[in-house]
């Protein structure tokens, strides 16, 4: 059982958008910003959106992030099909002193 | 270009230890925290353990607190993980980290507890 909560999986068709839930508490979400991943089957995870809704270079502005209070959500508009993969939302727990990831999310792009 | 690199993986028996390590390169690891994640297979992510720059604060998941030990080598731009005691529920991908944000990550390194 994760920490945070996320759906298990999210699916759209070409060009709609989705949005993916992270679920958390006071001690991650609620004092400290969240972080997306994405990560390809064999492949390593890569940061998506840091600091709750900022993007790295190179990742496209179809990617959005925010947060409200305990949770937070991954925006993703005009679907495609590169974009079918693993979604995995974190965050710094500070009772753990470490990180507390969601269960991950799998995108399919019908 | 910042780069993460682990090696140390393979098959253990139960109860047996290995010794992780991650090459940093392209940036100044020593003014990074550092973690290690790692992934069972066909399951999500975990964090295990992280280290502040100066070694001063490190900090492990319940289930591998008294069995793992992270450390670093500023010098040598290296992360390691000792593992000992190892168990079955230990079989993941293991991950090298950087920072707060998590970017990069390594590539990865398989670690097989089985007999």
């Known amino acids: 059982q994760s920490v945070l909560i996320q759906p298990p999986s999210a699916s759209g068709t070409p060009g709609q958008g989705v949005t993916i839930s992270c679920s958390g508490s006071?001690?991650?979400?609620?004092?400290?910003?969240v972080n997306w991943y994405q990560q390809f089957p064999g492949t390593a995870p890569k940061l998506l959106i840091y600091?709750?809704?900022q993007r790295p270079s190179g990742v496209p502005d179809r990617f959005s992030g925010s947060k409200s209070g305990t949770s937070a959500s991954l925006a993703i508009s005009g679907l495609q099909s590169e974009d079918e993969a693993d979604y995995y939302c974190a965050a710094w727990d500070d009772s753990l002193n470490g990180w507390v990831f969601g269960g991950g999310t799998k995108l399919t792009v019908l | 270009e910042v780069q993460l690199v682990e090696s140390g993986g393979g098959l253990v028996q139960p109860g047996g230890s290995l010794r992780l390590s991650c090459a940093a390169s392209?940036?100044?690891?020593?003014?990074?925290?550092m973690s290690w994640v790692r992934q069972a297979p066909g399951k999500g992510l975990e964090w295990v353990a992280n280290i502040k720059q100066d070694e001063s604060e490190k900090y492990y998941v319940d289930s591998v607190r008294g069995r793992f030990t992270i450390s670093r080598d500023n010098a040598k731009s290296s992360l390691y993980l000792q593992m000992n005691s190892l168990r079955a529920e230990d079989t993941a991908v293991y991950y090298c980290v950087r920072g707060f944000a998590g970017d990069p990550w390594g590539l990865g390194t398989l670690v097989t507890v089985s007999s």
């Open positions: 006071s001690s991650n979400i609620g004092s400290n910003s």
């Open positions: 392209g940036f100044t690891f020593s003014t990074y925290w």
């Open positions: 600091i709750n809704n």
